[in-house]
């Protein structure tokens, strides 16, 4: 039926060709400005200064529209939902486990403290003060097994293969695998795989989530810089809280109907001397 459909350009295939190309318009507009900032006789007189991934792609080689494009709506594709989806999970756990916010905190409060004794004074944490924060990154990794923001996944095979197990796939396949029941497997994670523990990922046995996301360093980095902002200076409480885990909503990433509504108050710290409170989705 689609194919009709495609053909006749209508319904369905026609909202589809439709947001596809306001998709692109706006990948196109973003390559073009970033080209013409690159060609710019201020930039070129200092030599390539622009740290982001397209300015790297652009001078990397293939700087074709259509190459850029792609790499453009893939990233903001891969890139976006996913990490919303793991904080927001994230953060429910942590409201309904104090003792992990705690350890978390002392773990940023002991980077800070550091840091400051080094005459480092910023707002945020840097690179190198992210990566060491172990506590936290085990926090992240236990709530992404518990609520895998890609809950389940596709590959499509292009010629006949054979799994390292020895199970042959053939030509046209799909393989498909299911994060979200794998990481409550008891056989895999042991009879307390429903709860929610961080020390799991502390130490040598830790497991290796494998390393076929090209995001997966930025994302972690990303989300570890927005937690520590919010769980050094503030304090995050469900709005409505104590109703039992929020439904879940399918879709390509694991979303949480309705959102987290959350009361935010400021931490009583010697940066912030007057708490004030607000209420967030
Ligand atoms: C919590 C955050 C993230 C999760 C859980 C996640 C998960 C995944 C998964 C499951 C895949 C498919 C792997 C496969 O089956 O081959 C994937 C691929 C990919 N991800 Fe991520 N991702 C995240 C964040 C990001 C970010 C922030 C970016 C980029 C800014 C990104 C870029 C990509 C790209 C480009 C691919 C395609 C790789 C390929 O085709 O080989 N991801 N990711």
């Known amino acids: 039926m689609w194919k009709l459909k495609r053909l006749l350009n209508v319904g369905s295939e026609r909202r589809l060709k439709e947001s596809i190309s306001t998709v692109d318009d706006f990948a196109r507009r973003i390559i073009r400005s970033r080209k013409k900032e690159l060609r710019s006789p201020a930039v070129a007189a200092e030599g390539f200064r622009h740290q982001d991934l397209l300015s790297r792609f652009i001078a990397g080689g293939d700087d074709s529209d259509e190459f850029l494009r792609d790499i453009v709506v893939s990233f903001i594709l891969a890139g976006r939902e996913t990490t919303s989806s793991a904080l927001t999970w994230f953060f429910w756990l942590l409201s ?7 350890k978390i905190l002392e773990e940023i409060r002991s980077v800070r403290t550091r840091s400051e ?9 840097g690179f190198e003060e992210l990566r060491e924060m172990n506590y936290l990154h085990a926090a992240i990794t236990e709530a992404m097994r518990l609520y895998p923001p890609v809950p389940f996944n ?25 994060p979200y029941a794998m990481g409550r497997t008891a056989a895999v994670w042991g009879e307390d795989c429903g709860e929610f523990r961080p020390e799991r990922w502390l130490g040598p046995a830790g497991i290796s989530a ?34 039992g885990r929020p439904e879940m909503l399918l879709s390509l990433t694991l979303r949480m109907k309705d959102g987290l509504p959350v009361r935010i108050r400021e931490r009583a710290t010697p940066r912030s001397s007057s708490p004030s409170c607000k209420t967030v989705s």
Do not use: N
Request: charged share 30%; with cysteine.
């Open 96 to 102: 309904e486990r104090p003792d992990v916010e705690r």
């Open 117 to 125: 004794g080094e005459g480092k004074e910023k707002e945020s944490f």
């Open 154 to 178: 596709s590959s499509f095979c292009l010629a006949d293969d054979v799994l390292p197990d020895g199970t042959k796939v053939g030509k046209g396949w799909f393989v498909s695998y299911h």
């Open 210 to 243: 494998g390393e076929t996301c090209l995001g997966k360093e930025m994302a972690y980095i990303q989300m570890k810089s927005i937690a520590t902002c919010l769980i050094e200076k503030f304090t995050l409480e469900v709005a409505g809280g104590g109703g």
